[in-house]
């Protein structure tokens, strides 16, 4: 039990990170309609995005490759979970309700 202990903190820290990077992607992609520079804030957003995964999954993993595939699924576990939470919310919105608040 004691060696299931880390494992499972490191299942709920890729559910946290992937939380953290994909409602960040969905943040973005909302705000680009917009913005002046989409291109800039896309890429400066992906950049930030990673940057915090990446140190994430290294802090995560310490030396311990397992911890690091621990992580690796809770992130595709929650992703999994966004996109069905995403194409529910999607799927009631009225149709050309999806493109931002551009008014055309």
Sequence with gaps: MVYLTPLFLALT?????????FQGLWFT??????LKNPLRATFISFALRLSF????????????????VAALCGFILMREILIRH????????PK???CGNRSH
């Design 86 to 93: 995403r194409m529910k919310e999607l799927s009631t919105l």
């Design 29 to 34: 992609v909302r705000c680009m309609p917009d």
């Design 53 to 68: 995964v990446l140190v994430g999954f290294y802090l995560v993993m310490g030396n311990h490759p397992e911890r690091l």
């Design 96 to 98: 050309g309700a999806v």
């Design 13 to 21: 820290a890729g559910l946290v990170l992937a939380l953290f990077y």
